[in-house]
């Protein structure tokens, strides 16, 4: 590695590296980051400088007053250069992106972007911009307004970008492997080179940042991306707890050191039984209706969530009863012989109803009557969310569909008989049944109404 013997403060990726220029760099890419730099900063006194000057105001060109020599930092090469350049200096440099949301048969990837393809630079700048539009692609976004426009981003577009630039500004780019980013179904994982250098706990608790690459840090910072003061990783966890999905999780490997930072999209509930209700669902398509015996197993949140509607509701003997007459009915009907199994006490079948076309609602099969309930019928059927932290999606959203079949309720009433916090309500569950019709505006032609509430549709 060519490294001047005079390294300012011992910063690594602020060392000056002798003989390599201007002329080392990619200026397409330092275009690109000058008019980001601008978008971010339309008032800000670099944009007027010369490129060399620029280059060493944001730490990519180094200066040493005593000796006089400048020259490229390496972190200057890292974020503008082109990798069979890198290579010369760092040959265990690597960047790759793979995804395998939509592979078929033996492909192992539906898309790969590798530094050494050759179909690019290969350096740090135009690999962010060029993964961080694949990592969000096909991510819901609900209806948002800022103003007049629309805000196409939510908290976990920012989280996303937020693991990608940790990975980046955080790697040892001597370590063997380089950075490997990975989409799946429902996770994404960002490995890197180099151990964290403080505890994980102390890492996703924020306020304590020791920054391996500086230099790279204040590169995306001034282009508006990543955290300085450590907060990011606690901002992506409060993120994914929001949304109710596994707590974010780092392993780390000693040799060669290693550090992979796991974001999966799944709740937590949904995780521990998620073969279960695969083979259920398989087994409920293939019949056409007919549950097999392993679904005759209650479902303990909708039977907790039976029980207390049921310690309220005098009028209806118990909900599931409410069910086997509606399967009665719906058997008689049946000439087929596609029935349902009347001995079932719980309701299952309503986390399988995607699969069946025509199927009814619940609230529809339960015959529950609109009107005005009272605050006590209210904060019964809100009791078991209130109890327990952690249920499944298909649970809470029987429960808002229920609680709004009453009255018309606004998104911090739900919070509050909820305890859950407003943006982890609208983003995992209110959006979804908006989509679904289950629910609808009170005001649907003024999203952003003061009074705007949430009312169920029958």
Known sequence: MHFSEDTPFGVRDGLILEHYGVNELHFDSVKSYRNRFMAVKPNHPWNGLETKEFLYKIGAWGKLRDSGREGLTLAGLLMFSEERVITEVLPHYFLEYRDDTHTFGDERWSDRVTSQDGTWTGNLHDFYFMVMPRLTSGLQVPFQLQGTVRHDETAVHTALREALVNAIVHADYEGERGIVVERERTSFAFSNPGLLRVPISQALEGGVSDLRNPNLCKMFLLIGLGERAGSGLFNIRQTWRDREWEIPQFLQQETPARTTFILRMIS?????????????????????????????????????????????????????????????????????????????????????ADSTDGETDLEEKEGLEGGEGTEEELWKISELARKRKRLSPKVMEEIIVRLCVHRPLRLKELADMLERTPDGLRNNYLAKLLREGRIRLKYPDQVNHPKQAYITVR
Do not use: A, C, P, W
């Open 268 to 352: 937590v509930d949904t995780q521990e039984n998620e073969e279960k209700f695969r083979t259920i669902g398989d087994s409920y398509n293939k019949k056409h209706g007919s549950v097999n015996k392993e679904s005759d197993s209650d479902n303990i949140d909708f039977k907790s969530l039976n029980n207390v509607l049921s310690s309220f509701n005098k009028e209806n003997k118990s909900l599931n009863n409410e069910f086997i007459s509606y399967n009665k009915e719906d058997n008689s009907g049946n000439k087929k012989g596609n029935f349902y199994n009347n001995e079932m006490k719980s309701l299952n079948n309503v986390d399988l």
